[in-house]
């Protein structure tokens, strides 16, 4: 095992990837739409369940974290650095591995007419939907309004803390739970 960077391109992950250990924490929806080669997914809002094992897969080698692109893999890297876990980002996420032209694979019996939106995209679409719909609702019932006020102000919280509640609810909907794999399962095979 080597010194783990805190980031890795992903002609540099790629070049490496035999020798690390690849975390997708993206909800199982997006993991099953594409991910990298012998990529485990363990979902963010469950990576607290997941730091015995990981702990465990970094004495062996490297853990490279991934996600759609990057921000929510960075978050993930910050948590296992106070639990003293060390991990690399892959800059970019997965949308930079598919634009540097590299293999993505897909579970057996993934829906690939119909892949998961990633989680940045459902985001938008659910606040922007909830603006509109307090805007418009607030024409015939002004306290409607206080939807769309609640909702900037939940975008604005989520810039400054770069948390996001919107996502770890959508992460919880049956959509972006579709195929999950036995969380266990992977969880003892990180193990191993």
Known sequence: MTTTPTALTPDEAGARLDE??????????????????????????????????????????????????????AQACAALAEEGIPAANLTGGTSGWVQHGLEVRRPAGADVARPAWAMERQVRLAAGSLVLTGLLAGRRWPAARLLSAGIAGGLVFSALTDTCGMARVLAKLPYNRAGAPDLSATLAALRD
């Open 20 to 73: 690390l250990t690849v975390i997708d924490v993206r909800t199982p929806g997006e993991y099953a739409s594409g991910h990298l080669p012998g990529a485990h997914n363990v979902p963010l809002d469950r990576l607290g369940e997941a730091v015995p094992a990981l702990r465990s897969a970094a004495a062996r080698a490297d853990l490279l974290m991934v996600c759609a692109s990057g921000n929510r893999s």
